[in-house]
């Protein structure tokens, strides 16, 4: 179990309002991430944290913006939510292993559908 | 750029039988795999991973994984599946960065299991 929480599981919201997802971390991994799930895409990268006020874009950045002010905590904003961006969000940490790289290890997952 | 294919969207085996999910990467350097399974409504559990040495990987629930190099594969495999193996399972392809281990999914193998 790798600490990781989402909040909110659920939401509804309606199209042009901002969204702001959360995912906490209790073991001070240096490394976060955002990733969203559609079907027939697997999981894509959408916004990733290297450290605190650290991050950079992903694969699928655009619409999004994220912020890290505190090492467990990493948000991810939908400044005006739309359609299209109606999926389910996961939230990973990273902790080194032995061979120089990272596992990542992933949250519940948060569901989020913009009418 | 970095790619995994998972040729299978879905796949259905009887309780057991063997299993094999197929996956292949395409990565420029020397690829780190991971194979996740995923059940309904849950986040992604990591079954097991290759950074390097033995190309034979053993992972959680019984599964196992063969690198193959030479075709660029990774497959996951399991002797006799039970019926609580039914789930979705996603490979990933990463590699030493240096920063956060950026992963590509592919999009995933769903397995049924009849009785």
């Known amino acids: 179990d790798a600490g990781i929480t989402q909040s909110p599981r659920h939401k509804v919201t309606e199209t042009g309002t901002p969204v702001t997802l959360r995912c906490h971390q209790t073991e001070n991994h240096r490394y976060m991430y955002w990733y969203r799930q559609d079907p027939g895409h697997g999981l894509r990268l959408i916004h990733y944290s290297y450290g605190v006020k650290d991050t950079d874009k992903g694969e699928v950045s655009d619409g999004y913006s994220v912020s890290r002010s505190k090492t467990e905590d990493f948000l991810l904003t939908l400044e005006s939510a739309t359609s299209s961006q109606t999926s389910v969000y996961f939230c990973?940490?990273?902790?080194?292993?032995?061979?120089?790289?990272?596992?990542?290890?992933f949250g519940p997952g948060t569901r989020l559908l913009v009418l | 750029a970095q790619s995994v294919t998972q040729p299978d969207i879905h796949i259905t085996v009887s309780e057991g039988a063997s299993l094999e999910l197929r996956c292949n990467y395409s990565y420029g350097a020397t690829p780190y795999l991971f194979w996740y399974v995923q059940s309904p409504g849950q986040g992604l559990q990591l079954l097991l991973k290759y950074f390097s040495g033995d190309t034979l990987v053993q992972g959680i629930k019984g599964f196992e994984a063969e690198f193959k190099r030479s075709q660029s594969s990774f497959n996951l495999r399991k002797p006799s599946v039970h019926w609580s193996d039914a789930a979705e399972y996603f490979c990933a392809v990463g590699g030493l960065t240096g920063t956060a281990s950026k992963l590509t999914f592919g999009t995933g193998t769903r397995l049924q299991v009849t009785l």
């Open positions: 990973a940490i990273s902790e080194p292993s032995s061979g120089g790289t990272e596992t990542q290890y």
